[in-house]
């Protein structure tokens, strides 16, 4: 084996990778030696990009995400692709074509979603780090469930070129790891500049994390501890929020009134999103070959009644209906304003504290097959939509157990402030571990 080759065999108990590189390479750089996971909707060269979706089983990417060629430059030792709910589409990856994916911390649990893979190739111990996305929570949702660490950066702040889109306006790729520090280290080498895409910022990430929070004002919505949050999870964060107090911080209530119409929002910007970004997997350009000799309509159905899961498919249906004529106004016009609202509800927050805090998810993780209603399931994003939706930073991290299970407190900044976030994030983990 060569000197900078490392052999990677991974614990096929979570079915947590889609693909494995067994022997891979690093290089020098602030990520050398260090083994990285990919999430498997983040284009890698000549590496299969599935989506854990049938429709692009087989596909092999010509070129990497941007995120991926900086990574590589940094020396990581990319080891394999993990595994997601299909397309991004889930809060348990339970929606992967390929079979769920388990949560170590208990394996009758679900990871969360859609960044399962990711999430419990860390907490397994597999890796060290890996990028997931997150569209509506879906990298800080796995992070609280398995006990991890995940930054969902500032809208932009990382490019999406290379992302295979679900929803354009609300995903973002972003680090994931075991500490802050290393999430830190992370961010470092995939924020910045791209020109190749239309949404990025220049704004470079160089911070090193730093514990003193004194003096800091800390939100906290009524909201984030009201209905649908398991008394248990609340009071496990309010003792985080003690910890905070006793470094420093001042805690001062506050309210996002537009928090009742967010999930429904967010539901019917994605979905509109969706419908019109997964047009392209048609058996022409993608998916598998359609039948030439049926018309077109015929062949387009049957392929992608046969590539895309039931969710996928319903949200789809879900877009499609909210975007067509005489419903648009309706629906995804009014979406769009209380999207504006929730961004106007935390501008107004954010002019008198510094970061917002509460719990990541409403529960600890489900078990396998608990949630088969679609609206339960969607009702367990309420927590995390609005962070997307105000294309705000956020941070999840580990805070405490109930029942065994780990629970996640989250951390939201302003605008391009995710240095700030991760501050107060170091600043907990350091005085609690």
Known sequence: MAENEITFEPDDRYNAFLTVCNRVSHGKGKLAGITVAVKDNISTKNIETTCASKILKGYVPPYDAHV???????????VGKTNLDEFGMGTTTENSAFGPTLN?????????????????????GMVRMALGTDTGGSIRCPS???????????????????????????????????????????????????????????????????????????????????????????????????????????????????????????????????SSNLARFDGVRYGPAADTKKSWHDSYQEVRRAGFGTEVRRRIMLGTFALSSGYYGKYYAKAQIARENVRKDFARIFSEVDVIVGP?????????GEKSDPLSMYLADILTVPVNLAGIPAISLPCGKVAGMPVGIQIMGKPFDDERVIDVAFAYEQAVK
Request: net charge neutral; proline share 6%; aromatic share 8%.
């Open 144 to 274: 609280a469930f398995c006990g991890i660490v995940g930054l969902k950066p500032t809208y932009g702040r990382v490019s999406r070129y290379g992302l295979i889109a679900y929803a354009n306006s609300l995903e973002q790729i972003g680090p994931m790891a075991r500490t802050v520090s290393d999430v830190s280290l992370l961010m470092q080498v995939i924020a910045g500049y791209d020109r190749r895409d239309s949404t990025s910022y220049n704004k470079p990430y160089t911070h090193t994390p730093k514990a003193d929070i004194k003096g800091l004002k800390i939100g906290i919505p009524n909201e984030y501890f009201g209905e649908g949050v398991d008394p248990k999870v609340a009071n496990v964060v309010k003792d985080a929020l003690t910890q905070l107090e006793h470094l420093g911080a001042t805690t001062v209530p506050c309210s996002i009134p537009s928090m009742e119409y967010a999930l429904a929002a967010y539901y019917v910007i994605c979905t509109s999103e969706a």
């Open 68 to 78: 991926v060629e900086l990574i590589k430059k940094e020396g990581a030792a990319i």
């Open 104 to 124: 170590p911390c208990d394996t009758t649990r679900v990871p969360g979603g859609s960044s399962g893979g990711s999430a419990a190739a860390i907490a397994s």
């Open 360 to 368: 990541t998810m409403p529960t600890i993780a489900f078990k396998l």
